[in-house]
T-cell receptor
Framework: EDQVTQSPEALRLQEGESSSLNCSYT??????LFWYRQDPGKGPEFLFT???AGEEKEKERLKATLTKKESFLHITAPKPEDSATYLC?????????????FGQGTTLQVKP | DTAVSQTPKYLVTQMGNDKSIKCEQN?????MYWYKQDSKKFLKIMFS???????INETVPNRFSPKSPDKAHLNLHINSLELGDSAVYFC???????????FGDGTRLSIL
C-alpha cells in the first residue's frame, strides 16, 4: 500500500536557524513527489515537483531533494513568514488518475 | 483571479440535513478532485473526475455524491449528514499526469 510519513510532526526554529523536513515514502512506481505549503484557513499551495532520484528544486529559502526512499525540504535561514504546515505527497504508477497520497505534514514555527 | 474557488467557505448545519458544496476552476484543467482533511490535518482523496468522467471513487459512504456538469465544475452533495462528516473539504484540479494538483481554500463543514 502506498504510504507517506513526514517527520518531525512539529518544528520550532529561531529566525535564521536552518533545518530540514523529512518525507519518507513507499509507493509502487513513483511518478512524482510534491511539496505543498498550507497556511491556517487556506488550501495547500503547490511548491515543488520532483520526478526522479537525485533531482533538486529551489525556491527562495527552500530546497527540495529526492532519493529513492525519501525527500527532504531544506529551509535555509528561515524567516517568521515561513511558518506554515508543509505537506508531502506522492503519485504512484497504479492507474493514470493523478491521485495524491499525502503525509500528515510538518508544522513549522519560526520565531523572530 | 481565483484559480480554484469553492462555495460556501463555511457550512454549519444539523445532523440529518442534506447539503451541497460547489467548486469551479478557471485553469483549463481536465481533472478535478475532492479531498477531505480531518481534524489531524490529514488529507485524503475522495473522488476524481476527468473530462466529466468519474475515475476515482475511494471508500466513501454512498451519502456522498459528486457531480461534474462540465470539466470546469465539480460539485459535492452530501445526504443525511452525520457528526463524523465534520471536516474541511478541498476541491482541486490538475492537468495531465503526473503533475501537481492546485487546491481551493476549502469548505469547513461543521455538524451540530
Amino acid at each position: 500500500e502506498d504510504q507517506v510519513t513526514q517527520s518531525p510532526e512539529a518544528l520550532r526554529l529561531q529566525e535564521g536557524e536552518s533545518s530540514s523536513l523529512n518525507c519518507s515514502y513507499t509507493v509502487s512506481g513513483l511518478r512524482g513527489l510534491f511539496w505543498y505549503r498550507q497556511d491556517p484557513g487556506k488550501g495547500p499551495e503547490f511548491l515543488f515537483t520532483l520526478y526522479s532520484a537525485g533531482e533538486e528544486k529551489e525556491k527562495e529559502r527552500l530546497k527540495a531533494t529526492l532519493t529513492k526512499k525519501e525527500s527532504f525540504l531544506h529551509i535555509t535561514a528561515p524567516k517568521p513568514e515561513d511558518s506554515a504546515t508543509y505537506l508531502c505527497a506522492v503519485q504512484g504508477g497504479s492507474g493514470n488518475t493523478g491521485k495524491l497520497i499525502f503525509g500528515q505534514g510538518t508544522t513549522l514555527q519560526v520565531k523572530p | 483571479d481565483t484559480a480554484v474557488s469553492q462555495t460556501p467557505k463555511y457550512l454549519v448545519t444539523q445532523m440529518g440535513n442534506d447539503k451541497s458544496i460547489k467548486c469551479e476552476q478557471n485553469l483549463g484543467h481536465d481533472t478535478m478532485y475532492w479531498y477531505k482533511q480531518d481534524s489531524k490535518k490529514f488529507l485524503k482523496i475522495m473522488f476524481s473526475y476527468n473530462n466529466k468522467e468519474l475515475i476515482i471513487n475511494e471508500t466513501v459512504p454512498n451519502r456522498f455524491s459528486p457531480k461534474s456538469p462540465d470539466k470546469a465544475h465539480l460539485n459535492l452533495h452530501i445526504n443525511s449528514l452525520e457528526l463524523g462528516d465534520s471536516a474541511v473539504y478541498f476541491c482541486a484540479s490538475s492537468q495531465g499526469f503526473p503533475g501537481p494538483a492546485h487546491f481551493g481554500d476549502g469548505t469547513r463543514l461543521s455538524i451540530l
